[in-house]
């Protein structure tokens, strides 16, 4: 027994020096070096960081990036703490939609001096840079892009006699395929095959994948001025037509107004659903995870408006106030939009690149789909608000509400509405 | 006759009970099942229980991902875990000693307060703690890791041991006392050996809790020296809207392992029968 | 005297690690909660406006009966069979060390890979339940396990028990192994059946193992949090929502850590006092 608990003390000791002699081993960088961090929830930047500094140490520039992963869920909570605790990253690439409120409590470094220097600024995704400007100042620049379009199976679209390359651009077409894409193989009453998926359980995905069904009607949450102007008939409309697809033209199931996005993904891939809402940041999985389906891109289909419309989404990069090295980062940020780097480390991942002036790459023509996402990226909106995560809870409560059949349409998107309204003042 | 009988029953138990582990365990069978399938398999319709082809393809992705990082991860957790362990035994055998045998002015404070600790959902003090390891240069550091596991994870240890002292019968303290052990000798020869099952289930209880936290690793590091494997597996496994099921399944299944080995080593430990005489008296 | 002294001597390190980790950042939560707490810059105190707004929303209250009921409802999942599995597993026998060992198993895996796993299990369109279900002719229809309101609190539930129910058997087992086997054999000579032996002998002598079990897993489920974003979400309508969700929506999401500091410590002072009463019922009388 006493040997034991020498033996173990011994390792005690062994392992508390270990810690000890690790927790210094990042600190071996050279004196001078400036080391700059990156955030962000994509793995892919850590390429870049690499690349920089490779390139640095070329140039005999004493500048080291340290990249860490933060995922998606921990975005704002570790963000929030550095803040408080005055050590905030110095880039962070972080999803756009946390923009605004983060810009108006002074979190974010002015770096409209390198916009002005950027060639290629007019082929950045215009609908996203209101996100990341106030006042005139450019605080954070569209960086990494999602944007949110169906995906079809056009395997199952030829089984039903469609022609899988012309998919449905408006909401009659829809209805149409989507009477034929479902299916009871066995006659057992039960359905094998749903055409479309609904979504649920987080209030993003609402305004990612429905309000551009809601744009497509002409409707719209906010006007020019910014008045909630959710509560209109356009808005009702398209709340119907999905209440629609699951309970009278039965072509969606009801559960899925429960399901996350990953519950979709898999009915997908496991041939359950012949249209599944999706984006460009599916691609690289499916090719993995379904490697015999041919994969279809569309719109979200419109109707009243003359227009198909999208949700420009994604991450936008930018400095944080607190950073001490400034120039590093500019320097970082100008090396992330090289053309070089983002064809190498991005476009291999058929990421979608912010800058349009690449997508005639080597990498993008072996998938027609890029093609497609190009083109769709051209209708993306992305609206701007400062309470954006307080808005999602009213949409997500009301909207799944009424499609659960649990609340009256008219009623869950007046009340809706209001709640909104409330929250803006 | 009555062996026929008696061997029938036992077959019959032998095999109800296979059946209801193997129910009870099917989740898990599924976790070894996916970790050992292609990706395209894996969310295939009908769901197939038995690969077609069991392949290492996962745990290969897995495991050179971002250059072999994840082994640095699983070195990580280790030695947090056992420091963890150790810390935690050390300061709490003493103090759940003191707080059910020699009580003291405040000692009924000091136990409400470590039942607090237990109320508390660390996910409020995240902000506060941050600041604090950033204050004192813990941050990032597998020492401010070590510090704040055993600050939570110490009021269960706390709760068992004294839960354990005070079962013990007082005569055996007064005999000790009148043979003129003091408080230390009475407490690491007489107590401790007698209160093993209870130490080890708080040996498992710390290193399950340690082993499989995320939340507090990931807040309170950023480098690939000091974070632990969970953090490793959802940073790898899961993106915003899918979560390749793959590197989930063959991370996880990686790290349940030393949690069962851990358990077989330990389990004779708290099935100790009783004792000496000593309780006899 | 010389015991006065030994006794907060032995407590030192804890005392250390306790006021530094703990009481510390408690205070400025306490503190966070009466002011109007901003990201950057100077907050200012309101006073309780935080512990009113708190009050005022409904949806404060209905977290709380989320969390209740969940409660309600994982406890005896976790512990009837804990009790069950830890009383006729407690011979040493090479039998009972496997099915000790597989009933672990569980326990080793970590809760959000476990609700990964679950939700995939449950699901209603691909999971194999359903399917599994279907092939044994059992059910016509696909059955929305995480869809509905009760369903869906019973089946995170059973996720749960499924995951802790090993580690609860290990602590009654290790309260049974102090009861000696001489008072078994006492009781065997005596005549008395399995049962009573249990309800009249093993009960009483294990209900200080069993109390500490019953705060921890109570304290435990006030808790839960990932299995309930991970499987629902919170939803249908926020009814399986547990109230550490709220708390993180409200700091995180709302920004308002202020607001999520008074709800924090309101969460505490419920939980206090339901611990407090439960140990004070659950004290021994040597």
Redesign the interface.
Known sequence: MKKTIAILFTVFILSTSIIFAQGSAEARTKKDTTVITVWDRNQTIGEIVDLFNKSMEEEGKNIQANFELIPYDQQVSKFLAALNAGTAPDVYSLDLVQFPYFISIGAFTDISDIYKEMSFKNSLPEGMKPVGSKDGKIYALPYELDVSTILYNKNMFREAGLDPESPPETWDEFLVASKALTKDFDGDGIIDQWAFSELGTDAGSYMFWFMPWVWGNGGSMFDDVGNVVLDSPETKETLQFWYDLIYKYKVAPKSSVQWTSGDRYNAFVAGKIAMYLGGNFNITSLRDDAPNMEIGISFMPRNRDANNYTFGGGNMISISSQSKNVDAAKEFINFAYNDEALIETYAPKMALLPRSDLYDNKYYKEIPQMADFARILKGARTPVSLKYNQIYEPVLYYFQGALLDQIPINEAVEKCSQEITELMK | MIKQKHYYKKIVITVL?TLI?FV?????Y??IVTAFKN??E??????KLIPSEWTIYQFNKLLTA?NGVFLQFFVNTL?IT??TI?LVL???I??S???AK??????KI?F??????????F??????????L??IHL?N???GL???Y???F?P?S???LR??F??L??SLFESAILDGAN?WKIMTNLYLPLSI??I??CI??LF?ETW?D??LS??FS??N??RNI?VG????G????????GI??SG?LI??IP??VL??IL??Y??????SGA??E | MKNKNHGILFCLPTLILLSMFFIYPLINVLIMSFQNWIVLGTPQFIGFKNYIKTFQDKEFWQVMSNTIIYCLIVTPMIFIPALFFAVILKKTNKKNAILRTSLFIPCAISLVASSYIWNWILNDTYGILNFVLFKLGLINEGINWLGTTWSARFMISLSVAWKTMGFSMILILAGLSSIATSIYEASEIDGSSKFRTFFSITLPLVKPTLMLALVLSIAGSFKGYDQFVIMTGGGPMRTTEPIIMYISKVAFDHYEMGQSAAISVIFLIILMLISYYQIKLGDYND
Do not use: E, H
């Not at chain 2, 708290?270 to 004792?275: A, T």
């Open positions: 009970f582990i009870f365990l099917f989740p898990i599924w976790n990706p395209c894996i969310l295939a319709y009908p769901p971002s030695i056992v420091s150790f050390i300061i709490t003493p103090c000693f003191a707080l020699l009580p003291f002015k405040g000692s000091v409400i307060l470590i039942l607090l600790i237990f109320m508390v959902p996910q409020c003090l995240l902000v506060p703690l941050y600041t604090l950033t204050k941050y550091t597998k020492l070590i510090l704040i055993a600050t939570f110490m269960f706390i709760f068992m839960n354990a005070l079962q019968p007082q408080m099952p209870s080890v289930s498992i209880y399950i499989n995320f939340i990931f807040m950023s480098s020296y000091v969970q597996i959802m940073n790898f899961k993106q915003r809207f899918s979560s390749d099921w989930i399944n996880t790290a349940i949690t069962i358990f077989i389990q004779k708290y099935i100790q029968g009783m004792v309780v006899k």
